[in-house]
C-alpha cells in the first residue's frame, strides 16, 4: 500500500507564503495602482502531457546553481522529496539504482528538496550516507511545489528533451501519468523496463560509452 505524506507542516509553510505574498502584492496595488492578478495553482491543464514544465533555478546541493534548461537533450525524472518524509527516504535507494542502470541510455534524476532552510547540513549527511548520486536541488523556500501544485511528498514527473512534460505507464496504477504521486519501486524490472520505453519513444540519446 503507497502511502503519500500531506504534511500538515508542507502545507502551513505554503499557507503562510502565499498569505505573505498576497499582502505584499496589496501593498504594491495599492501603492503603484498594479492590476496584476495574484497567480494561482496551475490549472490541471497545465499538467498535460506535451505541456511545457515550469521552470525554475536553484542552488544545488554543491553550490552550483542549476536550472530545468541545463538539462535540456536529456528525460528528467523530477522527485520532490524531504528528508522528513518516510516515503521519501524509502524510495531514494531505488531512484539512485534507476539512474545507474539508465544513465548511460539517456536519464537524468533531478531530486528537489524541500527541507527547511537550516537543514542543509542534514541533507548533506543524508545523501552522503546513501551514496546518492543524482542532482539534488535545494528549495527551502517552497518556490516550486505552488508551480507544480504539489500538496505533499514524493511527487515525481517525467520532463522531455524539449522540457515538455510526458506521459509515463506506471506499472503500480496500471494508468498513464504524468503525476506520479508517492513513491515507487523505481528499480524493480517492471518499472526499469517502462522507464526504458519511455527514454526510447522520448528520444533519449545515450551516452558514448568510454
Known amino acids: 500500500m503507497k502511502v503519500y505524506v500531506h504534511s500538515v507542516f508542507l502545507e502551513r509553510r505554503l499557507v503562510f507564503k502565499r498569505a505573505f505574498s498576497l499582502l505584499l502584492v496589496v501593498v504594491v496595488a495599492s501603492v503603484i495602482g498594479c492590476k496584476e492578478e495574484v497567480s494561482r495553482r496551475p490549472s490541471g491543464d497545465a499538467f498535460a502531457p506535451g505541456a511545457p514544465a515550469p521552470v525554475f533555478e536553484l542552488e544545488s546541493l554543491s553550490g552550483k546553481r542549476q536550472s530545468l534548461g541545463d538539462f535540456k537533450g536529456k528525460v528528467v525524472l523530477l522527485n520532490f522529496w524531504a528528508t522528513w518524509c518516510a516515503p521519501c ?11 545507474q542502470v539508465l544513465r548511460e541510455e539517456g536519464l537524468v534524476i533531478v531530486s528537489i528538496n524541500h527541507d527547511s532552510p537550516d537543514a ?20 527551502p523556500d517552497l518556490s516550486l511545489p505552488p508551480k507544480y501544485g504539489i500538496t505533499g511528498f514524493p511527487e515525481s514527473f517525467f520532463v522531455g528533451l524539449d522540457g515538455t512534460f510526458l ?3 506506471d506499472p503500480s496504477t496500471k494508468e498513464q501519468e504524468v503525476r506520479i504521486v508517492s513513491d515507487r ?22 551516452s558514448p560509452k568510454s
Open 167 to 169: 506521459e509515463f505507464s
Open 89 to 99: 527516504v524509502a524510495e531514494m535507494p531505488a531512484l539512485e539504482r534507476l539512474q
Open 185 to 206: 519501486p523505481w528499480d524493480s524490472p517492471a518499472f526499469v523496463a517502462e522507464v526504458r520505453k519511455l527514454l526510447s519513444s522520448a528520444g533519449a540519446t545515450p
Open 120 to 139: 542543509r547540513a542534514e541533507v548533506e549527511r543524508f545523501a552522503r550516507e546513501r551514496g546518492l548520486s543524482f542532482e539534488i536541488l535545494l528549495d
